[in-house]
């Protein structure tokens, strides 16, 4: 695939996002959204770190082995992007956002 003189590909892999949706939505039962940042709050230095959420906007409890799974494979598909805000990606669409202007669904 050609390059832009930005070293990034000219046509972004889109198949390659919805097949991670795919993915964590056969891994994720009942999922929505995952929220991935690099801010483990049981941490102290920046480790993966993944909230799932429900079509209701309710927190799913997950293993933390499938947590960090989920945030890895998030962060493996969009390497580029600036993982120092956390971002949440919409299973339903494969579709990543910055979502450090809310906390929990609420405004700052």
Known sequence: MLAM???T????DIGR???LAAQ????????ATIRVSLNDPKQGWPHPHAIVKDEAGQAM???????KIAARWILRVWPE???TRPHTFALADATLT????TIDGRGR
């Open 81 to 83: 992007t600036d993982w």
């Open 24 to 31: 964590l939505a056969d891994m994720i039962p009942g999922a």
């Open 98 to 101: 910055r979502s450090d202007l």
């Open 17 to 19: 996002q919805h097949r």
């Open 9 to 12: 590909l000219a046509c972004p």
């Open 61 to 67: 409890e997950l293993a933390r082995t499938t947590a």
């Open 5 to 7: 003189p930005s070293e």
